[in-house]
């Protein structure tokens, strides 16, 4: 080579060039090669699965969500809609937004010129960028930053929509609920539907509700969620990169659901809800004959619209705040100490077991002893009743009679007998969370301390594992930490490595060791890198950094948390323990108990439901329908109704038939007897053309003592005020509706629930002889159809009350002529009929609604326990 | 020495009157042939690359005039005035380049362009020209095979601009003014020792590299991507090559057919009428349309291989060598690139991506091909 330095031949440089340019040659045909490869492998062996690819790209499976189903009543009239409401959406990635700003400065741009036109709350605004953060990367899906536009508000967007760009306006179908208050209950709402939280679906429930905006929340829609949400349909879009639809095929049409029937009658409903008032409480109507109900009111109610697109907080507060609880759906789920009105069963339970024969009578001087018990139960009226026969006990609500009857009884009997009619299970309506009421047992306190005892166990064994979980939690966190520590100083090692302060050996040394002794020792050592490590990171520092790190953010949440729980769980363990310790005897059942349950009292708790199932099972004479909402729904693709059959729940065949018409007998005396039935007054609702059977009931919810049952009723605090109830049903002879009503602190049982019992029916016999709900017969002939019965049945009462326990031809005479026999009844037994009704509050010693050790009045009746 | 290829230099001169008249006009027709053939084939593709966009079309016909006039100028320019220019070019497009870091209009974050009123002038694209130009016209003068003292003054002809360039940052234009110098000092004959010294000391110093703050982070994200699994989804920073790469091989032999591609109309490919354009070819037109375009790159690199072995003198070899090399080199590269082979550089394919500056250098480059061709004395 050096020889060729010196000469400059252009043949040796041409021949060169020649080398190196098959060289590079060579290096390109090299290169070309793997091109063509490469591009073999992806167009012809890949080619399949990159078509794929490319599909999914571009066609999108969506879900085409069902149109929920619509709820009409019986009557076909509509309840619950799908009514189409405006949203006004953001779509991200329209906003018109120049690289320096960022996506978010502009969309708050918009927002500000947007609220000129449409007012955006707080909420909204909030949800707004909540769902704008989570979709992030699909800056093409729209995100709603208004519901419900009202038509102004539509029009002023429409008019502008091209200086506002990237806004939409998109409808939807809402759910509508047409009457709000009076069928909240029932109906119940739909939510916005929450994967997450929906436990028990399965995966093809999940993906059912695909694209679907709400479920059903609470009530009827909660319950048949299944038909009303129809089946999710499929289609596939074609989409660009930016979300744009540019074509679709509708693959799997979705099926939409079924509209079903209630078997509410909604201007008895209605009706319902109007005479309730103001007053908290809940009406029941059943059709006996088929278990059908006619009226299931729940007040207060709310306004179910509201929790369709999410209730706003202030809202849910006020609801929530307010001490009638307009949420609680207490119709199904409140439970109720019964009063008076479980007098019928006991009157029919004597009758049954032969406790009492129908003519035995009572002396009722106002008071009960129990023996060995100084301190008396008392009757509602101070002086008594007199002689009282089983009908009178009835028709006068006399406490005495019933406490007598209780204690012959005995707990046992009464709980089986008030178990065939229902009590204490649940009654099986298609609504959700139905309470089961409590029926009163021998070992009901033993049972409740038994689940006490579980609770307390559960509490323990928590306790145990939270402890154990912790202590392994705390042992990971050591371990974390550590782990922590030694990264850290890694990486501190590193930088001290780069900063040349010390020797790479020196470095990895401490950096395997972790240790910041190793670093303090060396600190001292050397002056100089002490002095700048000093400088730089301070011990102290370092050790907060790491405290920060790691203790603040997993010890302490979640340790701390962990802690917390055992805490108040061992807390409450203690005090349950406490209470246990102090009174065993506070688990046995006493006699004392039984004579608080003979009046409705004390540990006996009923849903107004199944109340009112009882009372119908009454009026049919053993035979207990299923109660049911559903009426009918419509066969899939067809008009046409498939309507549910009634279900004979049971039959209490044991009873014999006179039982029950002597006991139906005494509940229309209650009703028909003038001036001397506590319910006598809505006797005149009936206008002479049915007779009602009831029993009225007032209920205390606190003690009371004798000064407390004189004061009027305004004059006590509402929450203090007795309970009324009213349980009936009419006709007598061939019941077509069953009432109960309970009333909460609403007085007595005669003026507070009995009014609305008989405007309800009489409205529904209104309807049902095809009369407006409201029409009033004429005045005249109301008079005289009442005055009529009662005379010419004067001749009967005796017969009746003689052969109710022989024959069953005297007891259907005794069933078409009670009024009659009511007023003979009465003037031989109680001689002074006064009119007494308004608003005397029982007064019976103890009428707490839950047995309370603590309370003085316990002790008393446990002294002597049989 | 004769050379093997030699005989077919000439051809050029035995054709009819229409082909005697081009030569007369310095322009070489079999290399103007197949430039039109695939300039015409990239207004094609870019139609329907550009989602049917008759205005990108148009502007691009209007740069491809330009450009084909600017090559005939150059291409009547005598190879020795080119090589007396060409240090003045070198020096006073060092000022543009300067000034574009100051002036520049920035897109993207990148400071490439210099408004000059009338059009945009992005400085860094002369200069893959003017590096191959320095470097023949340096080693030229010298003995070949080339000394130290000349390998180093070339690396520094290469380092100003490739420097500037990376500064501004383009890293894509900066590279291939890198490799385009390097492969003039390669054909001039560089050491074999050198060139694997060479290799050892790039292979040494790669980590440290990476480790630096030379390459910017979303550059390493990019290589990373290359050697991680891709396949299941297309975000963040593998986004344009799994796209690019779904268009290819969704493509299949014989294509969507054209304007029927789907990545390319819905919009899924990035960048598609300009670096991304051979993934449209490939999805439109399959595997024939892309090896179609390869034949074209190919058969103009072989007339270029032609016009520089044929070359006279040492300058005008070196030339035409470098660039027709660069040519395909820079082809290699966007294709490998495409086909996520190698991480994305913002790098067009020559003659078909949209682009005014790229198509004026490539045919500038192709007019001194055919300067050096139709200048040729006849021995």
Not at chain 1, 257 to 283: F, H, M, P, W
Not at chain 1, 610 to 623: D, E, F, H, S
Not at chain 1, 657 to 682: F, Y
Request: proline content about 5%; charged content about 25%.
């Amino acid at each position: 080579m050096n020889r060729l330095d010196n000469i400059k031949d252009h043949n040796i440089e041409a021949r060169l060039f020649f080398h190196r340019t098959i060289w590079m040659l060579i290096f390109i045909a090299i290169l070309i090669t793997i091109i063509i490869s490469r591009q073999i492998s992806l167009q012809v062996y890949n080619h399949a699965q990159f078509v794929t690819k490319s599909k999914t790209n571009y066609l999108k499976i969506e879900p085409d969500p069902p149109i929920r189903g619509l709820i009409y009543d019986r009557n076909r009239i509509l309840l619950v809609d799908n009514r189409p409401s405006f949203n006004l959406e953001i779509i991200p990635e329209r906003v018109p937004c120049n690289p320096p700003k960022t996506r978010e400065k502009c969309i708050i741009e918009l927002l500000k010129s947007l609220n000129r036109y449409v007012e955006i709350d707080e909420p909204d605004y909030k949800f707004f960028w909540k769902t704008f953060r989570y979709n992030q990367y699909r800056h093409f899906f729209s995100v709603p930053i208004k519901r419900n536009l009202n038509d102004q508000e539509v029009a002023m967007i429409a008019t502008r929509r091209h200086r506002l760009k990237g806004v939409d306006i998109v409808q939807h179908l809402n759910r509508h609920y047409i009457y709000p208050n009076s069928l909240a209950h029932v109906i119940g709402y739909v939510r916005r539907p929450d994967i997450e939280i929906e436990g028990g679906w399965t995966e093809e429930e999940k993906i059912n509700y695909d694209g679907t905006s709400h479920v059903g929340g609470t009530g009827i829609e909660k319950q048949y969620e299944k038909i009303l949400h129809g089946k999710v349909g499929r289609q596939q879009v074609e989409r660009n990169v930016h979300g744009r639809r540019i074509d679709e095929i509708l693959q799997k049409p979705s099926v939409p659901g079924k509209n079903i029937y209630l078997t509410i009658d909604v201007r008895l409903q209605n009706l319902a809800e109007k005479l309730l008032g103001d007053e908290a409480g809940s009406v029941i109507a059943i059709d006996p004959r088929n278990g059908e109900v006619l009226a299931l009111v729940s007040k207060p109610g709310f306004d179910p619209n509201d929790f369709v697109d999410g209730i706003s907080i202030k809202k849910y507060k006020v609801l929530r705040d307010n001490k009638k609880n307009p949420l609680s759906p207490r119709a199904v789920v409140g439970i109720f100490p019964p009063g008076s009105t479980i007098k019928p069963f006991y009157a029919l339970a004597s009758l049954h077991y032969n406790i009492f024969s129908a003519e035995h009578i009572i002396p009722c001087r106002g008071k009960f002893y129990l023996p060995g018990v100084s301190r008396p139960w008392r009757d509602w009226k101070k002086e008594g009743h007199g002689q009282v026969n089983l009908q009178v006990s009835v028709m006068r609500s006399c406490d005495v009679y019933y406490y007598n009857l209780a204690v012959k009884l005995k707990i046992k009997r009464i709980s089986e007998f008030l178990g065939m009619f229902g009590w204490g299970t649940k009654t099986g309506i298609d609504l959700p969370h139905e309470a089961s009421g409590i029926l009163p047992s021998s070992d009901y306190k033993a049972k409740k301390h038994y689940g006490l005892l579980k609770k307390y166990n559960k509490f323990n064994s928590l306790a145990v594992k939270i402890k154990e979980e912790s202590e392994a939690l705390k042992k990971k966190l050591t371990k974390q930490f550590a782990k922590e520590v030694r990264k850290y100083y890694r990486r501190k090692y590193n930088n001290l490595l780069e900063e040349k302060k010390y020797s790479r050996e020196k470095a990895k040394k401490l950096a395997k060791n972790g240790n910041y002794r190793t670093l303090f020792k060396l600190k001292k050592y050397t002056k100089k890198q002490a002095k700048v490590l000093a400088k730089k990171y301070t011990l102290r520092r370092e050790r907060n950094l790491i405290n920060r790190h790691v203790k603040i953010k997993a010890y302490k949440l979640k340790y701390k948390k962990l802690m917390k729980l055992v805490r108040i769980y061992k807390r409450s363990y203690k005090r349950e323990a406490a209470i246990l310790k102090k009174r065993p005897a506070y688990l046995r059942w006493f006699t004392g108990d039984t004579v608080s349950v003979g009046i409705g009292q004390g540990l006996i708790n009923v849903t107004p439901l199944q109340l009112a199932v009882a009372t119908a099972t009454i009026a049919n004479r053993g035979k207990m329908m299923q109660p049911r909402l559903m009426y009918a729904e419509e066969v899939a693709n067809s008009k046409v109704l498939s309507y549910t059959q009634p279900k004979v729940k049971k039959v209490l065949s044991k009873i014999k038939k006179e039982h029950w018409d002597h006991i139906v007998n005494d509940m229309i005396s209650v009703v028909h007897t003038k001036w001397a039935g506590t319910a006598w007054r809505i006797a005149e609702l009936t206008g002479g053309q049915y007779q009602i059977a009831g029993k009225t009931g007032t209920a205390q919810v606190i003690g009371q003592t004798l000064e407390d049952t004189k004061k009027k009723l305004h004059e006590i605090p509402w929450k203090f005020r007795d309970n009324a109830l009213f349980v009936s049903f009419a006709p007598a002879d061939k019941p077509q509706i069953a009432v109960a009503i309970v009333c909460e602190h609403c007085g007595h049982g005669s003026t507070g629930a009995a009014p609305i019992a008989g405007k309800l029916i009489k409205g529904y016999m209104n309807l049902v002889n095809n009369r407006p709900i409201d029409w009033e017969p004429p005045k005249k002939g109301k008079k005289k159809t009442k005055k009529k019965p009662a005379s010419t049945v004067t001749s009967k009462p005796v017969a009746s009350t003689r052969t109710t326990s022989s024959s069953n031809a005297a007891t259907k005479k005794t069933l078409s002529t009670k009024p009659k026999a009511v007023k003979k009844t009465k003037p031989s037994v109680t001689p002074k009929v006064k009119p007494k009704v308004k608003a005397k509050p029982k007064t019976k010693p103890k009428p707490k609604t839950k047995p309370n050790p603590e309370t003085e009045e316990t002790p008393l009746i446990s002294e002597d326990d049989i | 020495m004769s050379l093997p290829l030699g005989k077919y230099s000439s051809f050029s001169q035995e054709s009819p009157s229409l082909k005697r008249f081009l030569t007369r006009m310095h322009l070489d027709v079999p290399l103007l042939l197949l430039l039109i053939a695939t300039l015409s084939a990239g207004l094609v593709i870019l139609y329907s690359a550009s989602q049917q966009s008759a205005s990108i079309t148009i502007n691009q016909v209007i740069r491809i005039a330009v450009g084909l006039l600017l090559m005939w100028l150059i291409a009547m320019v005598p190879p020795a005035t080119l090589k007396r220019w060409t240090p003045k070019i070198f020096i006073a497009f060092l000022i543009p380049l300067i000034l574009v870091k100051y002036f520049g209009i920035e897109v993207k974050g990148a400071a490439r362009w210099l408004d000059l009123g009338l059009f945009r002038f992005q400085p860094s694209e002369v200069y893959k020209i003017a590096v191959p130009m320095m470097i023949a016209w340096l080693l030229a003068e010298a003995r070949l095979p080339i000394r130290i003292s000349h390998i180093i003054l070339a690396l520094v002809i290469i380092g100003i601009p490739t420097y500037l360039v990376a500064e501004q940052p383009d890293l894509g234009t900066s590279l291939m003014i890198a490799i385009s110098g390097i492969i003039g000092i390669f054909l001039a004959g560089l050491q074999w020792r050198l060139i694997l010294l060479a290799i050892v000391i790039i292979a040494g110093s790669a980590i440290p590299i990476w480790n630096s703050d030379l390459i910017k982070d979303y550059q390493k994200e990019r290589i990373k991507t290359l050697f991680v699994d891709s396949e299941d989804d297309c975000r963040d920073a593998n986004y344009q090559s799994c796209q690019s790469a779904i268009a290819i091989g969704s493509g299949g032999v014989y294509g969507k057919g054209y304007l029927n591609g789907t990545q390319t109309k819905h919009g899924f490919l990035p960048e598609k009428h300009t670096d991304f354009i051979y993934a449209v070819v490939s999805e439109e037109f399959g595997l024939v349309g892309a090896l179609f375009t390869l034949m074209l790159y190919l058969l103009v690199l072989f007339r270029g291989l032609l016009i520089a072995t044929a070359a006279q003198d040492t300058f005008s070899r070196l030339l035409a060598g470098t660039l027709i090399f660069m040519f395909i080199l820079n082809m290699c590269i966007n294709i490998l690139m495409v086909q996520s082979l190698l991480p994305v550089v913002g790098l067009p394919l020559p003659l078909l991506s949209y682009g005014g500056t790229s198509v004026i250098t490539l045919m500038a480059g192709f007019g001194m091909l055919m300067s050096i061709q139709t200048h040729r004395k006849l021995i």
